[in-house]
C-alpha cells in the first residue's frame, strides 16, 4: 500500500512514519526542511516542499497514493494558522484530487469551538470561535467538500488533547513540576474532566481509518475521558505523593486571570482554567461501535511514560 503523510517530522507524524515503516508499507513524506540523514532508503520517498505555496510537488508528492495522512497543523503560532491549516489543506485537496484513494484528515475536538453542553458527539453543531478553532473547522469543510465531487473518500479523526512520552505539549510536564513541588491545586467542584488520548491509541486509530470500509465518509471523535482526580492521583502514585491537593474557588482566579493573564508566564491563564474544569465529555461510542475500535494503551501508562521522561529532564 502506497502511503503520503504530512506532518511527519510532528509528534504524531513521526510515530505515524514509524509505525507505516515497520509494516512494510511504502511511504511518501512532505518536508518544508531537508532531511540530511534517511534511514529508510528503501521504503521512504521524500518531497522537499511547503503545503502553503508549492503546488507542483504536492501534485508529485500525492500521485497514486492509496491513502493520505494529513497530520501537518499549526497550533501554536496564530500568524500561521491561516496558511498552514486552510490554505495548506485548500492546496493539498486540489492537487490530491483524482490522485488518491482516501484521506485521514488529523483534526482537533477544538473545530466544535466552546462547549456549550457537556456531552459533544460527531454531530454536534461546530461553533469555532478562536482562530484555531475556525482554521480547523475549515479545513474539516475543505475535505469533505473536495469528497462531495467524486476525488476521493474521507475520514475526519477529531482528537482531544495527546500525551504520551516525547510530546510537544508540555502542560502535563509542568502540571508534574506543580504536585512535585506541592503547588498544584484543584479548581471549583470535583468531577472535572481530563480529555486526553495516548499517541499509540492515535495511531492505531489512524490506521483503522484508513483500511476500514466503514470508515469512509465519516467523523469519529477520539479521548480517553478522565477526571481530573484520576489524571492528578495517578500522577500522585507515580511520584509517591499521596498528601492530596488544596482546592481553590474558580471565581478568584478568573478575576486574577482577567486583570494578569496577559503577563507572559503566568501560570493561570483564562485557557488553562478553563481546562481544569470543564466537564464536556466528547462520545467516542461512534468509533468504537462502528470500527471495533478499543484504547490499548491506557492513560496511566501514558502518564508513567511521561513522568519517567520528566525525571530525566
Not at 511547503?50 to 507542483?56: E, K
Not at 484513494?101 to 482537533?108: A, K, M, R
Not at 465531487?149 to 512520552?165: D, F, H, N, P, Q
Not at 485557557?271 to 471495533?292: C, F
Request: aromatic share 10%; proline share 4%.
Amino acid at each position: 500500500m502506497r502511503i503520503g503523510i504530512t506532518g511527519s517530522t510532528g509528534f504524531i507524524g513521526k510515530r505515524l512514519l514509524d509505525y507505516c515503516i515497520a509494516k512494510g508499507h511504502t511511504v511518501s513524506i512532505l518536508t518544508r526542511q531537508p532531511i540530511k540523514e534517511n534511514n529508510y532508503t528503501e521504503h521512504l520517498e521524500i518531497y522537499q516542499g511547503d503545503i502553503v505555496n508549492d503546488m507542483p510537488v504536492l501534485e508529485k508528492f500525492t500521485d497514486g497514493l492509496d491513502i493520505l495522512f494529513h497530520c501537518a497543523a499549526e497550533n501554536r503560532a496564530k500568524e500561521r494558522m491561516q496558511a498552514i491549516n486552510v490554505q495548506g489543506t485548500k492546496n493539498l485537496i486540489s492537487a490530491a484530487s483524482g490522485r488518491i484513494g482516501h484521506i485521514v484528515q488529523l483534526s482537533s475536538v477544538s473545530a466544535y469551538g466552546p462547549p456549550t453542553s457537556n456531552v459533544i458527539e460527531e454531530n454536534t453543531i461546530e461553533m469555532p470561535l478562536s482562530l484555531y478553532e475556525i482554521t480547523k473547522s475549515v479545513a474539516d469543510q475543505i475535505v469533505r467538500e473536495g469528497s462531495d465531487k467524486g476525488s476521493y473518500s474521507y475520514t475526519i479523526l477529531r482528537l482531544s488533547k495527546v500525551l504520551g512520552a516525547g510530546t510537544h505539549n508540555k502542560d502535563i510536564y509542568k502540571m508534574i513540576s506543580y504536585i512535585k513541588r506541592n503547588m498544584f491545586f484543584f479548581i471549583g467542584k470535583p468531577g472535572a474532566s481530563a480529555n486526553y488520548v495516548h499517541v499509540d491509541n492515535v495511531i492505531e486509530a489512524m490506521m483503522l481509518c484508513a483500511g476500514h470500509e466503514k470508515a469512509k465518509n465519516q467523523v469519529f471523535n477520539l479521548c480517553d475521558n478522565r477526571t481530573i482526580e484520576d489524571f492528578v492521583g495517578t500522577i500522585d502514585r507515580l511520584l509517591g505523593k499521596y498528601k492530596g491537593h488544596p482546592r481553590l474557588p474558580v471565581a478568584p482566579l478568573r478575576i486574577f486571570a482577567w486583570f494578569f493573564g496577559w503577563i507572559p508566564g503566568y501560570p493561570l491563564p483564562t485557557a488553562r482554567i478553563n481546562g481544569l474544569v470543564t466537564r464536556v465529555i466528547y462520545k467516542t461510542s461512534k468509533i468504537e461501535k462502528l470500527l471495533d475500535y478499543t484504547y490499548n494503551t491506557s492513560i496511566e501508562q501514558g502518564l508513567e511514560e511521561m513522568v519517567s521522561e520528566w525525571k530525566k529532564m
